[in-house]
């Protein structure tokens, strides 16, 4: 009796579509299921931290990051989720900066009034462009100053994490630039509250140099409310029609980054155009045209924030703690000039218009 040959022969046909680049691979699915399957399992570690009491002043996004981070540096990402956190990085952060246009409508940004929404746009304007020139100054790389001059001047992790969608820095990059916003945000945060009698600012004004100078929203809410209902809810929609900003401003980016490449000799490495930006005007242009429930617009607020979590959870996975520790202090002066230029100027406004 023969037995057959332990080693398949391949046919001619199998040949073929080898050759073709028709050989069998996995569906996409279970290739990212592990990867994104660990990066959500962090998000709602996230969610759970911050319901703890003392933390609830950090958003889940930001907890996700550091979280990611611990996981990646003492127990190590495995290989097998490395597609799942390629997939949270691209797809669902997009899908998540769209859903984000769901807290929005114009008529909030109306209601900030045209004094408030010049003293919001300038204010944004000229820390991103001081910003930017200051990196320049202290010798920076360029993505990450840009990294802090979104996170700094428009609203914080979900700045970053947008920005990056054009900038294309490394993780480590993103990580400092996160752990800038959170440091500097808490420190107004905790110190605004204290200042409203001794600069002489009633509830409005207040407010609406909260909601024009802090980094995250959740920091706005914390630190406004502390002044009053007033103070607190207009600080909040200050804080929206400022995050309204980050589409023009991510757009920019890209038009200016994608010329730039044009006029370079290697100029076929263009930034790709940021079409999910469109998404998001399109989802606020929606909002604002209909009637959303409210209980329908909180839980499309929670998977929102659910998204940009698990987006930053994978951010961690990919971060060495030891590459950001090499990049040194500058990075942190820089985003200490940059939110006390954001915190200053915006108060200049507001006592000048």
């Given amino acids: 009796m023969t037995t057959a040959p332990k080693n398949r022969v391949a046919s001619p046909a199998t040949d073929c579509a080898a050759h073709a680049g028709l050989a069998f691979h996995p569906p996409a699915a279970l ?35 550091v979280l990611g981070m611990a996981f990646h540096n003492f127990i190590g990402t495995p290989a097998i989720a490395k597609p799942g956190i390629n997939f949270s990085l691209r797809r669902l952060l997009r899908i998540a900066i769209v859903l984000l246009g769901f807290q929005l409508t114009v008529g909030q940004v109306l209601d900030v009034g045209g004094r408030g929404l010049i003293i919001v746009a300038a204010s944004l304007t000229a820390t991103f462009l001081f910003t930017v020139w200051l990196g320049r100054l202290l010798k920076l790389d360029r993505k990450l100053t840009q990294l802090i001059a979104a996170g700094t001047s428009i609203c914080g992790a979900s700045a970053i994490i947008a920005t990056n969608t054009v900038a294309e820095a490394h993780d480590e990059d993103v990580a400092y630039a996160v752990a800038c916003v959170t440091v500097f945000g808490s420190v107004a945060m905790f110190t605004y509250p204290l200042l409203p009698r001794l600069l002489h600012l009633d509830p409005h004004a207040y407010g609406l140099w909260s909601g024009a100078s ?60 940021p079409w999910f930006v469109l998404g998001f005007i399109g989802v606020v242009a929606l909002n604002s045209a209909m009637r959303i429930p409210p209980e329908v617009s909180k839980e499309i607020a929670l998977v929102t924030t659910f998204l940009l979590s698990v987006a930053l959870a994978a951010m961690g996975l990919e971060t060495d703690v030891s590459k950001i520790r090499a990049k040194g202090l500058r990075p942190a002066l820089l985003g200490a000039i940059s939110f006390l230029f954001i915190a200053s100027v915006s108060l200049a406004l507001i006592k000048l218009v």
């Fill in 214 to 273: 802090i980094h995250e929203i959740a920091q706005v809410v914390a630190a406004s409310f502390q002044n009053g209902q007033r103070a607190g809810e207009f600080g909040t929609i200050v804080k929206l029609a400022r995050v309204m900003l980050l589409a023009p401003v991510v757009f920019a980016l890209s038009i200016m980054q994608r010329l730039a490449a044009g006029r370079s000799a290697a100029g076929t490495a263009r930034p790709p155009l």
């Fill in 31 to 65: 290739e990212t299921a592990p990867g994104v399957l660990l990066a959500g399992a962090i998000a709602v570690s996230a969610f759970l931290a911050h319901a703890v009491p003392g933390m609830t002043a950090f958003s889940p996004m930001i907890l996700a990051i």
